[in-house]
């Protein structure tokens, strides 16, 4: 039930990244659910993870990779997150490091794992014995759509984004990949995203840049309010496109940032468009706020309250919802009167009362597309925020129900 979201086919080769897909049965027969990533000598790579206490034994490695060597290789799954599986999740993460790294030039820690899928059961090690091989004999720089595909879960559709920009007369190109559908809420979410570029980016620059990305993208999207214990964001650069940037002041690396956010955003808003059960694809956006914890506040919850989500669902104008909602995000000394709500461009609130050129027929229209806006205004300060949503339906039910069926 995607909305309004087609696969994307139009993918750039990054130089410097090979990706090689295979069908390994980690949990599932007869699909592909085993990715490696290569990367050329030299790439630089920076990444975001979970903030759940709980986070998986591939999360945990990853991180401690991270800092012990450059990567050369990521090694990605579907079908199962080895999340909560104490000491034994800990050691098959690393053995499944260790296996690829038996059969390439790399040392296990320049092997990164990403794990998806169900919670709580053991990692099939035999899948990963089956599918290393077939990954890396299936490595290619024109692989992205497969593995795009390789890596969903729940996920209908796989999700993708290429970009090109022109710097210092030289083409750099951004392609990336990510997954989720489901458990889906910020810090992180139930979410995989790899982006890489063939630019030069100094590690520093990369590391902010990949935190200052997500936050803008993958940290303002929710489907749930469920935050995952495997989910992971990483920014990659392979430098062999010739350009450098290693001053974030400059206009090379403005243009590589702006260029970087759009494709975070369209990956994050796939991940939206694509939400378990969702018919409807929903802006909320905050304007007037004291400070911006204050926006995000109002806009979170709105978002994951179920008497929304579920109104917007039937496209039933039941606004009060809505305002009940605002008032209890926590703000302290909220003046209702300079409160005023919006769907697009119909005004249900004003000055902290029903508007009163409101209708319930226009509030319907409006609830009844695809995708519209919740636009509301504090009257308190200048902070603002924006964040994406979808709404909850009886198939997000069904899907959550039956997932380990």
Known sequence: MAVNIQRFRDYLAVDGVRLGVAQAGVRYANRDDLVIM???????????????????????LCRQHLQADQPRYLLINTGNANAGMGQQGD???????????????????????????????????????????????????????????????????????????MIAGQPVRITGISKGSGMIKPDMATMLGFIATDAEVSEAILQR???QLADASFNRITIDGDTSTNDCCMLIATGRSGVVIDDEQSPAADALFSE????????????????EGATKFVTLQVN???????????????????????????????????????GRAGLQDLQLDQVQIYLDDV????????CASYTEQAGAAVLAQSEFCVRIELGRGECSDTLWTSDLSHEYVSINADYRS
């Not at 706020?289 to 995000?296: F, I, N, T």
């Not at 179920?306 to 809505?322: C, E, F, H, Q």
């Open 288 to 326: 007037g706020a004291a400070k911006p914890q204050e926006a995000l506040d109002v806009a979170y919850t709105v978002a994951h309250s179920p008497l929304v989500k579920t109104a917007m669902y039937a496209s039933d104008a039941n606004w009060g919802r809505i305002l009940a909602a605002v």
């Open 209 to 211: 840049w990949c935190k």
């Open 38 to 60: 290569e990367l050329a000598e030299g790439s630089r790579c920076a990444g975001v993870f979970t903030r759940n206490a709980f986070c998986a034994a591939p999360v945990v």
């Open 347 to 354: 005004q249900i609130v004003e000055n902290g009362g029903r």
């Open 91 to 165: 050691a098959d993460a690393l053995a499944s490091c260790q296996l690829l790294a038996s059969q390439t030039q790399a040392s296990p820690q320049q092997v990164l794992p990403f794990s998806t899928g169900v919670i709580g059961e053991p990692l099939n090690m035999a899948a990963f014995e089956r599918g290393i091989p077939l990954a890396l004999a299936d490595l290619r720089a024109d692989n992205w759509d497969r593995a795009a595909a390789g890596i969903m879960t729940t996920d209908t559709v796989p999700k993708g984004a290429s970009r090109e920009v």
């Open 260 to 275: 970087l956010q759009q494709v975070f955003q369209q990956l994050a808003q796939a991940i939206v468009r694509d939400g």
